[in-house]
């Protein structure tokens, strides 16, 4: 499959393959063949393609150029397609009118001389071919930064989003000025087949709910509810949760011991990852390392999903009802006394309490990195609550959201990469499933 390898003209042996002499676009011109055969992977470093006029001559379509964008491909991939699949193809004159556009486009007309046409005067301006790709590689440092700070903006403006509408919801509380129709609602999704107590068992794999209940996995898809049973490998499944786009689960073998998986996304087999040195009940993950609390040790263990080895653990306070959940440098921990925050930038970090929430034994997630609260049991008549608040870490205060249908204790939660929340089950919520679009 040439698209999904642009670019890598080692996949396909020698690239001047590509080209058969019996090519009809060689007929045409075989100059292109030069290109694929000598040039291509200097014109890859050295090209920036100016796409408008490739259009106005008529030498790359919309759709083509449509397809590009869709295909999220990198530079150097684009180029690769646009001269081996694309240009040779668009005539006998494609290769005149290819050369014309280098020529008008700024900062590009010495790839004419220097490149195309070596062969023809016996010699190439290295200097000049080294200075464009020494300044191409800059412009590409350059871009990759700024989708870096874009994403960073963006994922920064979600969480903004979210302490705005606890501010908000806060001043209706007092004023009443606004009315719960102009802000998102919990909607219920299909129930499960079971009731359960699923908390720390539900994360995303793929665009599906994934729930871990005794020893079968349900995952939700399609607007209907399936599952597996794990009883050939655990006795129990303990958790079910996310590092980065994989989906980790910790379960529980008969002998006693407990093992760390890989949900695969394709095949739905649990591959094992390696033994769990303890106890591990509940898990949470960030950038390429599992942290899974062990509860007879009151720790924390690491495990680095790259090498798969346990690292050095983290000694915690919290002893009963643990919720975990971290952001790219903060990791929380939830248990019946409050929450409290450790910094993973910090060799020297130590557990730090923060303001807890109204209600203890809450569910916590994290969310456009904003630490949310879900449910649990109120201080003073130890009922359960349906109340949801985002924690604002500037002001060291949590800000209502909007509250679930249902009161809950015991569920479980998930933000998904589509700014969504998801509970699932838990005491008062039976086999209910609800959902928060934000």
Known sequence: NRSSDLGKTDRFGDSSSLFSLDSPSLAMDRRWESIVRAKITTLQEVMIPNWNLLYQEKLISHEERKKFV??????RERIFKLLTEILPRKGPDSYDKFVQVLKETE?????VESVLNDSAHGKSDCSE??????????????????RM?????EKEKKGKDLICMGYQLKENAKHASVTMNDFPVWKDMKEMPVGCIPFGRVAELNDKIVVGWEKRIYYFENNRWDDR?????????RSVFNCDDKCIVIGREKEGGHVLFELNEKSFELEELGKVPGCGVRGVGKNGTVYVWEEKMKRLLRFDLSTKKWGKSIKVNGWWGVSLAITDQRLYLGWIGGIECFDLGS???EWVQIPSPKNHGCEITCLSGKLVATGGLHRNDRNMKQDVSVF???CGVWLPLPSMKRERYGHGVCATKKNQLVVVGGFGGGKSVEILRL
Do not use: F, W
């Open 70 to 75: 869709e295909e999220g491909s990198t530079p």
């Open 107 to 111: 900062g590009q007309k010495h790839i």
């Open 129 to 146: 071919c080294a200075r464009m790709k020494k300044k191409s590689a800059e412009l590409e440092r350059e871009n990759q930064t700024l």
């Open 149 to 153: 700070e874009k994403k960073e903006l």
């Open 229 to 237: 049973d794990y009883s050939h490998q655990v006795d129990s499944i």
């Open 347 to 349: 060799d020297e970090s």
């Open 392 to 394: 604002d870490d500037l």
